[in-house]
């Protein structure tokens, strides 16, 4: 599975010039804790996190923004992604193509992908860990039309 299949593409996004207040506000009400900052040619520049917003002082966001970017394109593997997460100890990485972002896949978009599972409603039989629908249920055979697609419901 690669980072395109899972990433969020209707990406928040402010330019160089927003005040940091701007920026506070977009991320409290868009409910998200880090946004890409990018220039007037819509190219990235940086990402604004809640840590920035609130360790950093400036009027801007180029002046609070973390220049240091890690990205992936759209054809990474998601276990690459995972890993960068990890190691980098980051909660999101810019999705990139030819230069612009497309996208942006975040820890809780690998935790709902973990979620996420198909159920043969033939024998029950529970497939997990793909956006694409099973071609046949490995327990029953039954074809790709008996599968739902289900996000596991809390308490389990």
């Known amino acids: 599975m690669k980072a395109g299949d899972i990433m969020t593409t ?6 160089e010039n927003h005040s940091v207040e701007d920026v506070a506000r ?4 868009h409910r998200i ?3 890409p900052v990018l220039n007037d040619q819509g190219a990235l520049i940086g990402v604004i996190t809640e840590f920035d917003l609130i360790s950093k002082t400036g009027h801007t966001a180029t002046d609070v923004m973390s220049r240091s970017i890690v990205s992936v394109s759209a054809d990474t593997e998601i276990e690459e992604v995972s890993h960068l997460l990890a190691s980098q100890h980051i909660r999101r990485v810019p999705v990139m193509r030819e230069g612009k ?3 942006i ?7 709902r992908q973990i979620a996420m599972r ?3 409603h033939v ?14 249920c490995p327990r029953c055979g039954a074809g790709a039309d008996t599968f739902t697609h289900e996000v596991e419901p809390p308490g389990m």
């Open 10 to 15: 209707n990406v928040v996004s402010v330019r």
């Open 26 to 29: 977009l991320m409290a009400r």
């Open 33 to 35: 804790s880090g946004i």
């Open 101 to 103: 972002v497309v996208g």
């Open 105 to 111: 896949l975040s820890r809780s978009d690998l935790i």
């Open 118 to 120: 198909w159920v043969c």
């Open 123 to 136: 024998c029950g039989e529970i497939v997990r860990g793909s956006h694409e629908v099973p071609e046949r």
